[in-house]
């Protein structure tokens, strides 16, 4: 199958960044991987964009359990005394609350926000239906906010 070398390159960007948070060290490999499998199907998939992340969300599963990883994103944030005011320290307060969701809440809410696929993209690349979506995305916000309320008391108390 051939697409214009356009599309191709959006979605190459796309893949790269969805793969590299999980895998930076595999993820032009992985990138390169999924784009060929989607330019060998011989059928054009109803959604070629859902198709390539479904296909390189079985590829970093596999990765991991070759390599008998768990899948720890948890990012440290460097600057518990100054608060939550910079940008910087916002973004690691982020980052630190994307964290410690499951992988299964983590995926639903990176390809829906960070992604911004449909709700229904979403549930043909996980495989799951429509309500399971709504479900983890309610859980995974719930759970951010916990986290970065819990960020917040923590950065609210100063060293005396």
């Given at each position: 199958?051939?697409?214009?070398?356009a599309?191709?390159?959006?979605?190459r960007?796309?893949l790269y960044?969805?793969?590299?948070?999980?895998l930076?060290?595999?993820?032009?490999?992985l990138?390169?991987?999924t784009?060929l499998?989607?330019?060998?199907?011989?059928?054009a998939?109803?959604?070629?964009?859902?198709?390539?992340?479904?296909?390189?969300?079985?590829?970093?599963?596999?990765?991991?359990?070759?390599?008998?990883?768990?899948?720890?994103?948890v990012?440290?944030?460097?600057?518990?005394?100054?608060?939550?005011?910079?940008?910087?320290?916002?973004?690691?307060?982020?980052?630190?609350?994307l964290?410690?969701?499951?992988?299964n809440?983590?995926?639903?809410?990176?390809?829906?926000h960070?992604l911004?696929?449909?709700?229904?993209?979403v549930?043909?690349?996980?495989?799951?239906?429509?309500?399971?979506?709504?479900?983890?995305?309610?859980k995974?916000r719930?759970?951010?906010?916990?986290?970065?309320?819990?960020h917040v008391?923590k950065?609210?108390?100063?060293?005396?």
């Amino acid at each position: 199958m051939t697409y214009p070398q356009a599309q191709l390159a959006d979605w190459r960007g796309e893949l790269y960044h969805f793969i590299h948070r999980q895998l930076p060290q595999e993820a032009e490999d992985l990138t390169h991987e999924t784009l060929l499998v989607l330019l060998k199907q011989e059928r054009a998939p109803d959604n070629p964009r859902a198709f390539l992340f479904t296909v390189a969300r079985r590829r970093i599963a596999d990765v991991l359990r070759e390599k008998y990883r768990t899948f720890d994103p948890v990012v440290d944030v460097v600057s518990k005394t100054t608060g939550i005011a910079t940008r910087e320290a916002r973004q690691d307060a982020i980052d630190q609350a994307l964290g410690v969701l499951p992988a299964n809440l983590f995926w639903t809410f990176a390809l829906r926000h960070g992604l911004e696929f449909s709700l229904d993209e979403v549930a043909e690349i996980l495989d799951v239906n429509r309500s399971t979506v709504n479900a983890r995305l309610k859980k995974a916000r719930e759970l951010m906010q916990s986290q970065l309320d819990g960020h917040v008391a923590k950065d609210e108390v100063k060293p005396r």
